[in-house]
């Protein structure tokens, strides 16, 4: 079982940052699972963000968010982040973060159904 926790959200102008962490809480020590970041904005499907294989730090990213995002991970701290610069309006969504059970994230990473933990989300939102 893992349990995740997100933070970070807020409200910035177009062309700001923000950070998201996602805390993750569980009882095994996992070597290397795929855990990922998507969003959801209203009346829209989960979409993936991005996604990074704990084992070795390999990253991945929606195309719609390459070069504005990054991910990254402090595994002394079970932490998962979201860095976003040059935030766009379209960009605003609830953010969740996800962690599979499996190890490896290539070719899978973009589905949903890869993650099997995910947290209660926190909301982005960017203004023009």
């Known amino acids: 079982q893992v349990q995740l926790v997100e933070s970070g959200g807020g409200s910035v102008q177009a062309g700001g940052s923000l950070r998201l962490s996602c805390a993750a809480y569980?009882?095994?020590?996992?070597?290397?699972?795929?855990m990922g970041w998507f969003r959801q904005a209203t009346g829209k499907e989960r979409e993936e963000v991005a996604a990074?294989?704990?084992?070795?730090?390999?990253?991945y990213y929606a195309d719609s968010v390459k070069g504005r995002f990054t991910i990254s991970q402090d595994n002394a701290k079970n932490t998962l982040y979201l860095q976003m610069n040059s935030l766009k309006p379209e960009d605003t969504a609830m953010y969740y973060c996800?962690?599979?059970?499996?190890?490896?994230?290539?070719?899978?990473?973009?589905?949903?159904?890869?993650?099997?933990?995910w947290g209660q989300g926190t909301q982005v939102t960017v203004s023009s």
């Open positions: 990074i294989l704990t084992g070795d730090s390999t990253t």
């Open positions: 996800a962690a599979s059970p499996w190890s490896i994230c290539v070719g899978l990473w973009t589905f949903v159904d890869h993650y099997k933990y």
């Open positions: 569980s009882e095994y020590t996992y070597e290397s699972i795929c």
